[in-house]
């Protein structure tokens, strides 16, 4: 082999450099043995920073390998907590495939490679999916996001039309009364969802299923969608974190997505836990 190549590091271990935290604002010690825990996480502007449009997030190097060898410490209970639907987690981190609850609570996978647990949300209505769909036509830069089972408006791009965004979904609110719908505002996105599920009925499904049953959960979220799972930590001894922010009821806080990763690979540092599998 070419000795430069040869010496050239591997990827992997140019991200365990970047990785090495600098400073780590949550105390580790706060976080119990990981063979007890099981980490939740969110992921847009908790895991991965935001970005001006849904597709183009990205996973920065060494996270990938963070995440997987969390999963293997943990037994497997990892899970992503997101408003994303499970099919786009998967695109975000693919190869990898990890247990998660999706949509806010609308779609559950317990492992990375079993199916969706099915019937939590049925589709939306097809007409009032196509009278929410056309307020993206109220201005330039609103990107419409379908996940079948609800309808995200994104105006990250067009924030003058926040106000606008709104006031058309109230009308066909009130249109539609008894609809069994509810709007979730997100960050530069308005999500017009069913009533029922929240990411914290997603994650008190998730806590009665093995490996993530018994364990005390930590979960890590940064937006207004995080705060029902930040709520009920404390009925499962578990903590939680927010970032950005620091939010109600939680036991510390991260300044941004990057200081929740370094201190995601940070856990894997301590000693109690290098010898297991
Ligand atoms: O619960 P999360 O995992 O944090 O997902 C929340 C929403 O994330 C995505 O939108 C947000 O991130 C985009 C990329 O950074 C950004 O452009 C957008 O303004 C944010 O709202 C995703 O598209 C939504 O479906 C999720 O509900």
Known sequence: MNQELAEMPMEDDIADRNEA??????PRSLIPHLSECAVLLDIDGTLLDLMPTPREVWVPPGLAKTLRRLLERTGGALAMVSGRSLNDIDLIFAPDQ????GGHGAEMRIRGDSEAVPGHAPPMDKELKRRLAAIAKLSPGILLEDKGYSLALHYRLAPHAEKAIYEAVSLIRADLPNAPIEVLPGKCVCEIKHAGFTKATGVRE???HEPFKGRRPFFIGDDVTDESVFAIMPDMDGLAFSVGRRAKGVAGHFDAPD????????LLDDERDATLP
Do not use: E, N
Not at 21 to 26: A, G, K, L, M, R
Not at 98 to 101: G, H, I, K, R, T
Not at 259 to 266: C, I, K, M, T
């Open 259 to 266: 200081d929740v990763r370094q201190f995601l690979a940070h």
């Open 98 to 101: 990890f247990p998660a609850v």
């Open 206 to 208: 998730l806590m009665m």
């Open 21 to 26: 935290p600098d400073s780590v604002p949550v």
